[in-house]
């Protein structure tokens, strides 16, 4: 009999271990759902290669001109940069902290890695764009007024050794005046926004290279016209362009993201290659919209018969 009341215990501890085991998620579900271990990033200094001055000389107030008898009085968004400069950044602190945590695979705390930040170089006006000239019948006339940030970013652990930097650089479109036929249509917007824009565009951008560093884009699923990705919503926009590369073969293909959801986004062909190569856990970067990469080649050269 004690052979036979053994094999009884050793079938009941089986059972109840695969009870407790069904309740957990296996690895290979959490892989696909994104879900695991989350890495801790601080955010440390974060400085400007320039004085704060320098920002509060081009600042200022302008009057502009709408029409010969009324103007507006429009103030730069460099005078909101200049009052996050002296008060150590905390709107670009705070956007670049919400920014890590809508990753969901990052968490902002301390007790794991650094993030510092350093604005090397920051240039535009980010006010309305010059009036054109007049034009004449049947032409049109285009400006535009843009403004740019480059960021330095380095990423630091316990140790304090980088075990990762880059250059951050952004651009956007502060305003448009466009002269056609006798019709002129301009756009603009004020300061505060446009500063606001900044921030959201530039933290954004280094939040994706930081969690992609830690936690790699991969695809997950591939139906074949479509690839499911592990990051969602506000990482991926409708419209943005992402590299995805083969672990195998180094196949490299681009594909335009099409859904985007919290955690998970689909995306469809936007280049040549052999998607079959394309599988579960191949990596994928962002190419971000102002990167000149965005407007490469899509389709390969092949010769004339």
């Not at 007024?145 to 479109?173: C, P, Q, W, Y």
Request: hydrophobic share 40%.
């Amino acid at each position: 009999m004690a052979p036979l009341l053994k094999a009884i215990d050793m079938w009941k501890y089986g059972w109840v271990v695969a009870v407790i085991a069904s309740g957990l998620p296996s690895a290979a579900w959490a892989q696909r759902s994104g879900n695991g271990a989350q890495a801790n990033v601080a955010i440390g200094a974060v400085t400007s290669q320039q004085e704060c001055t320098i920002y509060s000389t081009t600042s200022g107030h302008r009057n502009v001109y709408v029409d010969p008898y009324t103007y507006a009085s429009s103030t730069s968004w460099m005078t909101w940069l200049y009052k996050d400069c002296v008060s150590h950044f905390p709107g670009l602190r705070m956007a670049m902290e919400a920014a890590l945590a809508s990753s969901g695979k990052i968490a902002v705390g301390r007790g794991g890695y650094t993030l510092s930040v350093n604005l090397s170089g920051v240039s535009g006006e980010g006010g309305p764009a010059p009036a054109p000239p007049v034009a004449g019948r049947n032409s049109f006339l285009v400006s535009s007024s843009k403004m740019m940030v480059n960021m330095d970013i380095t990423l630091r652990d316990r140790a304090g050794r980088i075990i990762f930097g880059d250059l951050v650089t952004k651009a956007i479109e502060t305003g448009s005046n466009v002269t056609a036929d006798g019709i002129r249509a301009t756009s603009s917007q004020s300061g505060e926004a446009t500063y606001a824009v900044l921030q959201r565009a530039v933290a954004l951008a280094a939040a994706r290279k930081v969690a992609f560093r830690l936690s790699p884009m991969r695809v997950v699923d591939n139906s074949g016209k479509r690839i499911q990705l592990n990051y969602g919503g506000p990482f991926l926009e409708m419209g943005m362009i992402v590299q995805v590369t083969s672990p195998t073969g180094g196949e490299s293909i681009r594909y335009r993201v099409a859904e985007v959801s919290g955690q998970t986004a689909l995306a469809e062909p936007y280049s040549d290659g052999d998607r079959a190569k394309i599988v579960a856990g191949s990596t994928a970067i962002v190419i971000e919209n102002d990167d000149p990469a965005a407007n490469g080649r899509r389709y390969d050269k092949v010769d004339l018969p």
